[in-house]
Protein backbone atom coordinates (compact mmCIF):
# COMPACT_ATOMS: atom_id res chain seq x y z
CA UNK A 1 0.00 0.00 0.00
CA UNK A 2 1.03 3.75 -0.72
CA UNK A 3 1.85 5.65 2.29
CA UNK A 4 -1.46 7.31 3.16
CA UNK A 5 -3.33 5.73 0.23
CA UNK A 6 -6.30 3.55 1.39
CA UNK A 7 -6.70 0.56 -0.75
CA UNK A 8 -9.78 0.57 -3.10
CA UNK A 9 -9.80 4.29 -3.43
CA UNK A 10 -10.22 5.46 -6.83
CA UNK A 11 -11.07 8.63 -8.72
CA UNK A 12 -12.50 9.80 -11.70
CA UNK A 13 -12.05 12.79 -14.10
CA UNK A 14 -12.97 13.73 -17.23
CA UNK A 15 -12.49 17.37 -18.83
CA UNK A 16 -15.97 18.36 -21.53
CA UNK A 17 -14.67 21.63 -22.88
CA UNK A 18 -13.12 22.72 -20.15
CA UNK A 19 -15.71 21.77 -17.71
CA UNK A 20 -14.08 19.51 -15.10
CA UNK A 21 -15.76 16.23 -13.49
CA UNK A 22 -14.33 14.05 -10.60
CA UNK A 23 -15.76 11.31 -8.68
CA UNK A 24 -14.21 9.70 -6.01
CA UNK A 25 -15.24 6.15 -5.21
CA UNK A 26 -13.97 3.71 -2.55
CA UNK A 27 -14.20 -0.01 -3.79
CA UNK A 28 -13.88 -2.95 -1.59
CA UNK A 29 -12.39 -6.67 -2.76
CA UNK A 30 -9.29 -8.23 -4.00
CA UNK A 31 -6.95 -6.12 -6.52
CA UNK A 32 -8.62 -7.53 -9.22
CA UNK A 33 -11.59 -7.04 -7.95
CA UNK A 34 -11.30 -3.31 -7.88
CA UNK A 35 -9.40 -2.72 -10.72
CA UNK A 36 -12.61 -4.50 -12.99
CA UNK A 37 -15.08 -2.26 -10.91
CA UNK A 38 -12.44 1.18 -11.40
CA UNK A 39 -12.68 0.25 -15.17
CA UNK A 40 -16.18 -0.12 -15.41
CA UNK A 41 -17.37 2.95 -12.81
CA UNK A 42 -14.85 5.10 -15.64
CA UNK A 43 -16.88 3.90 -18.53
CA UNK A 44 -20.38 4.28 -16.79
CA UNK A 45 -19.18 7.76 -15.60
CA UNK A 46 -18.29 9.23 -19.02
CA UNK A 47 -21.17 8.15 -20.49
CA UNK A 48 -23.54 9.75 -17.82
CA UNK A 49 -20.99 12.92 -18.15
CA UNK A 50 -21.58 12.96 -21.96
CA UNK A 51 -25.50 12.94 -21.80
CA UNK A 52 -24.83 16.39 -19.78
Do not use: W
Request: glycine share 10%; hydrophobic share 45%; no cysteine.
Amino acid sequence: MLEGKAIGLIYNAISIYGKLFVKELRFKGERQEIKEKAALSALEFLIDVSKG
